[in-house]
């Protein structure tokens, strides 16, 4: 199976044709389309309408997680339904199988890495921060936990390991990502993973157990690789 990934179109209302553009090429080069986050600029039910109008065109199955961005004006409930409507499956909601490969996903959250992960001590609104971090592990564990594919494939928007997040500014690292994500993918053998929002990021990395992590963020890509924006990897 031909998978193809991608993440942070930040749809608007200036964009209109860029994403059709871009999946009429996917089409033709893969099985099945994987967009990690950020699919508007600002969670807007018009920025939805306005890619979920350009999502039709695809003629393969869409599978997608929110990004933070989708989450600013607090519709995010609209955003998903005018999506779904469009035939888009959030993975977020329930995992997806096909053709003996099975996809799961969340949107992830902050909190850092290794022995600099964020704990969940101090002040209550620290504790908060970091408790949605592990909700969010959760949320990807419960979805890793219903597939019984012998090959799995998980979508984030936020990273899982620092190595895809080098190059931002070292400030910014621990908002990008937490390895609390990288536990379950870890335990539950999956077999790559791909992520955004890190759009000067790296392209690659992998968890402590070697399992492949790619950061499909479209900036990153259209810098690294601007002939084909999204990244198509068989399975």
């Known amino acids: 199976m031909r998978v193809a990934a991608t993440a942070d179109l930040h749809v608007h209302e200036s964009s209109i044709g860029v994403c059709r553009e871009l999946l009429s090429d996917l089409s033709r080069r893969a099985d099945v389309l994987v967009i990690c986050g950020d699919l508007t600029e600002r969670g807007l039910p018009a920025q939805a309408?306005?890619?979920?109008?350009?999502?039709?065109?695809?003629?393969i199955p869409v599978l997608a997680v929110l990004?933070?961005?989708?989450?600013?004006?607090g519709q995010v409930e609209a955003v998903r339904a005018i999506l779904a409507r469009a035939g888009v499956h959030w993975l977020d909601d329930q995992p997806y199988e096909i053709e003996g490969v099975g996809f799961a996903g969340a949107k992830g959250f902050a909190g850092g890495f290794g022995e600099?992960?964020?704990?969940?001590w101090g002040e209550q609104m620290t504790k908060r921060f970091v408790?949605?971090?592990?909700?969010?592990?959760?949320?990807?564990?419960?979805?890793?936990?219903?597939?019984?594919?012998?090959?799995?494939v998980v979508a984030l928007h936020y990273a899982p390991v620092r190595q895809t997040v080098e190059g931002e500014p070292p400030d910014l690292i621990p908002f990008?990502?937490?390895?609390?994500?990288?536990?379950?993918?870890?335990?539950?053998?999956?077999?790559?993973v791909f992520h955004g929002h890190a759009h000067y990021g790296c392209p690659h990395g992998e968890t402590a157990r070697g399992i492949p992590v790619y950061n499909v963020a479209l900036p990153l890509l259209r810098r690294i690789q601007p002939e084909q924006p999204f990244l198509v990897l068989e399975i």
Not at 49 to 59: C, F, K, P, V, Y
Not at 116 to 120: A, M
Not at 176 to 192: N, Y
């Open 67 to 73: 990004g933070n961005h989708d989450h600013e004006s």
């Open 176 to 192: 990008l990502g937490t390895s609390r994500l990288a536990e379950p993918i870890d335990r539950f053998h999956a077999s790559l």
């Open 131 to 152: 408790y949605e971090a592990i909700e969010e592990a959760l949320r990807l564990e419960e979805s890793l936990a219903r597939l019984r594919t012998p090959r799995k």
């Open 116 to 120: 600099y992960l964020l704990q969940p």
């Open 49 to 59: 309408e306005l890619l979920a109008e350009e999502l039709r065109t695809s003629t």
